[in-house]
């Protein structure tokens, strides 16, 4: 199901829902700029949200931007590990759910 090319798609997903489509890449765009938080950061966070919701569309999109924006493969190594630290760290922490 995941194909790179169904992002060609967003155009016809737009026109079914202009407004509401418009809005959330106004916001997707001032999200991800430059501001307190650098651009570089910005997407490295953006890595590890994907990498812990494994959506490889988002994986992509922002391991590119973020190797636009300075990003190292170093750098990309180590968010993978706090992302899977988190993920790991998650499962832990709610196995106190299931304790008496």
Same mark, same amino acid.
């Given at each position: 199901?995941?194909?790179?090319?169904?992002?060609?798609?967003?155009?016809?997903?737009?026109?079914?829902?202009?407004?509401?489509?418009?809005?959330?890449?106004?916001?997707?765009? /001032? !999200?991800?700029?430059? =501001? &307190?938080?650098?651009?570089?950061?910005? @997407?490295?966070?953006? %890595?590890?949200? $994907? *990498?812990?919701?494994?959506?490889?569309?988002?994986?992509?999109?922002?391991?590119? /931007? !973020?190797?636009?924006? =300075? &990003?190292?493969?170093?750098?990309?190594? @180590?968010?993978?590990? %706090?992302?899977? $630290? *988190?993920?790991?760290?998650?499962?832990?922490?709610?196995?106190?759910?299931?304790?008496?």
């Amino acid at each position: 199901m995941y194909d790179m090319k169904n992002l060609e798609k967003l155009k016809a997903l737009g026109k079914g829902s202009e407004k509401a489509m418009k809005a959330f890449w106004a916001f997707d765009q /001032a !999200a991800l700029a430059e =501001g &307190a938080i650098p651009k570089k950061y910005k @997407e490295l966070m953006a %890595v590890a949200v $994907a *990498l812990t919701t494994q959506c490889p569309y988002c994986l992509e999109i922002h391991k590119d /931007a !973020a190797i636009v924006a =300075g &990003a190292t493969e170093e750098e990309l190594a @180590e968010v993978t590990m %706090v992302s899977a $630290a *988190l993920r790991a760290g998650a499962a832990v922490v709610h196995g106190t759910h299931l304790m008496k």
